[in-house]
């Protein structure tokens, strides 16, 4: 059984503070990961990809992948209460499966 | 303006009643999937699509029905012999880029049942 684990939360930090969001996954051979940001009431919305390990950034968001340990997380940087939010974690395993496995997400709150 | 459109925003079922969920998307994607998302729960997976004229059960597939007839369009039957749907149902679309997937999801119908 694949699995991906993600902290309940609810994760609060003060505005302008990083947010530090984790994921582990159980399949060693996963390939693909994804972070996306769910409103309360809405669907969820792409924000990261990593395929590769180390850190990849995009704005005030950064990624990291680490295989050998199987996780991977998310930073926001100077958060702000739009961020308030739940962030899913998915993984795709290789080969074309087109079949991710979700995390049941964390939910952050940015306090003024 | 590309995209996934699902309709209606919300439904309402009766006892007893099929109801069926739209989703057409014009990203040319190949794949499509439905999942259900319970309050505080994660995703599950009902239906996935990854060709026309094929699909294949998810997790949860039972008291559900689906078909591709067209690669834009994969609508869902929430039959009567599902015995509680009351969720937001995503669609969501994914295309292979270069090896990768990419998984998008449209805006989501929010099924009561009266």
């Known amino acids: 059984q694949k699995e991906v684990e993600q902290n309940s939360g609810p994760l609060s930090v003060p505005e302008g503070a990083i947010a530090s969001l984790n994921c582990t996954y159980s399949?060693?051979?996963?390939?693909?990961f994804f972070w996306y940001r769910q409103y309360s009431g809405k669907s969820p919305e792409l924000i990261m990809s990593?395929?590769?390990?180390g850190d990849k950034e995009d704005g005030r968001f950064t990624a990291q992948l680490n295989k050998a340990s199987q996780y991977v997380s998310l930073l926001i940087r100077d958060s702000q209460p739009s961020d308030s939010a739940t962030y899913l974690c998915?993984?795709?395993?290789?080969?074309?499966?087109?079949?991710?496995?979700f995390g049941r997400g964390t939910s952050l709150i940015v306090h003024p | 303006d590309g995209g996934i459109t699902q309709s209606p925003k919300y439904l309402f079922r009766k006892e007893g009643q099929n109801v069926t969920l739209s989703c057409e998307q014009n990203?040319?994607?190949?794949?499509m999937y439905w999942y259900r998302q319970d309050p505080g729960q994660g995703l599950r997976l009902i239906y996935y699509?990854?060709?026309?004229?094929?699909?294949q059960k998810g997790d949860i597939a039972e008291g559900y029905s689906v078909s591709r007839e067209k690669k834009e369009s994969f609508p869902l039957t929430v039959t009567s012999a599902q015995k509680n749907p009351t969720a937001f149902y995503l669609c969501?679309?994914?295309?292979?880029?270069?090896?990768?997937?990419?998984?998008?999801f449209g805006p989501g119908t929010r099924l009561l049942v009266l």
């Open positions: 399949d060693r051979v996963s390939q693909s």
């Open positions: 699509s990854q060709i026309v004229n094929d699909f």
């Open positions: 990593i395929y590769s390990n």
């Open positions: 998915a993984v795709f395993p290789p080969g074309g499966s087109y079949i991710p496995t």
């Open positions: 969501a679309s994914s295309i292979d880029r270069t090896g990768v997937e990419t998984q998008y």
């Open positions: 990203l040319n994607h190949d794949a």
